[in-house]
């Protein structure tokens, strides 16, 4: 990859820096990085947990649509950041195995086994079911700065937390049982408590610190990661890849969402974050190593490359130059090493990835 190929040579200072091109489909692309980055900086994107759940924020009307469904005092509390009385809550007590989701939404917000007893009158956890779940607002109403504990994606008051908890964490989240929904283990939790039933592709366009970096920022995609892929060898190392000689190309791995982002959407966002005429290389980076190609995990996507590569072929977008990305069956993947995931997030820089259009 060049950045990496400049240090290698010491040689020629070569860098094509990567100018943001929108695909001119329904959804816009993102300014920002993956995770709570987007929803720190503010920027209106659905955000995915580690753990896999949709974060927020939710509209103002689905909220206000789930808010029907409330109690006149889980109102006041979720929705006018009110307080129950100490020791009136029904959960203060409760000692059951299970998980504690927002009220309203459904996001699960405490496992059981992080709840202690704090004589406080309210449910206390030490820690959150996923530390991305919870977010804390500084709150100043009460005269003393205490921080807030409200849902990361409905946006909902649950509580506060303060730094008298017990070990590991010596935290005490003190929530409001109206705050919450309390699921038994074994019961069935609704879909809106379940993780998103995600989907796996693979690209391979040259430089994966690239590749890895755009597929980051499209809306639905919950996670991408660096490997390899379409090779002879087990467990390849960075070294033995970048040589050639193994067969795998740089290969990126994208966890979406299906219910957000459609496979061929993201074919097409495939084809704007390399040059696809390429063949064997992707600017200054040469070799089968960096080849443009597509990993079908199952025989839809294998059809829907396939479809996707004759219409771009027969298209004039690419001034009649041969298109030569790659189309097979997805085989064993194996995640680089652990320096090369999210690069450009960490170190920033660009990699040499051309747009063929
Ligand atoms: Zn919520």
Redesign the pocket.
């Given at each position: 990859m060049g950045y990496k190929l400049l240090i290698a040579t010491g040689g020629l200072v070569l860098f094509v820096l990567y100018v943001s091109q929108s695909y001119s489909g329904s959804e816009q692309h993102p300014k920002s990085t993956n995770g709570s980055s987007r929803q720190d900086a503010g920027i209106d994107v659905l955000t995915y947990s580690e753990s896999g759940y949709r974060l927020g924020p939710l509209s103002q009307e689905r909220v206000r649509e789930l808010a029907k469904g409330l109690s006149s005092e889980e109102r006041h509390v979720l929705l006018e950041e009110g307080t129950e009385r100490a020791f009136t809550g029904s959960l203060v007590e409760n000692k059951a195995k299970g998980v504690y989701t927002?009220r309203?939404?459904?996001?699960p917000l405490y496992d059981a086994g992080a709840k202690f007893k704090s004589g406080t009158g309210w449910p206390s956890f030490f820690q959150p079911f996923d530390s991305a779940h919870v977010r804390e607002v500084l709150d100043k109403k009460s005269g003393t700065a205490r921080t807030e504990i409200e849902?990361a994606?409905?946006?909902?008051h649950l509580g506060h937390v303060f730094e008298d908890g017990p070990r590991p964490t010596g935290l005490r989240y003190c929530m409001n049982s109206a705050s919450l929904k309390f699921y038994a283990k074994g019961s069935e939790l609704p879909a809106e408590s379940r993780p998103v039933e995600a989907a796996t592709a693979y690209f391979a366009g040259g430089c994966f610190w690239g590749i890895e970096d755009r597929f980051q920022q499209v809306p639905g995609v919950i996670d991408a990661v660096s490997g390899y892929q379409g090779g002879q060898v087990a467990n390849p190392g960075y070294k033995e890849v970048s040589k050639g000689g193994t067969g795998h190309a740089e290969t990126v791995r994208v966890a979406f969402d299906p219910g957000r982002v459609s496979y061929p959407t993201l074919l097409k966002w495939f084809f704007k974050f390399h040059d696809p005429t390429q063949k064997n290389r992707q600017g200054p980076d040469i070799g089968e190593q960096y080849r443009s190609a597509i990993f079908a995990a199952d025989d839809k996507q294998l059809d829907a490359a396939k479809t996707f590569i004759q219409e771009q072929a027969s298209s004039t977008k690419f001034g009649g130059r041969t298109i030569a990305t790659l189309v097979e069956r997805a085989g064993q993947f194996f995640e680089a090493e652990e320096y090369h995931q999210d690069y450009h997030a960490k170190h920033g820089g660009s990699c040499s990835i051309d747009s063929g259009e």
């Open positions: 927002c309203l939404c459904g996001l849902c994606r409905c946006r909902s």
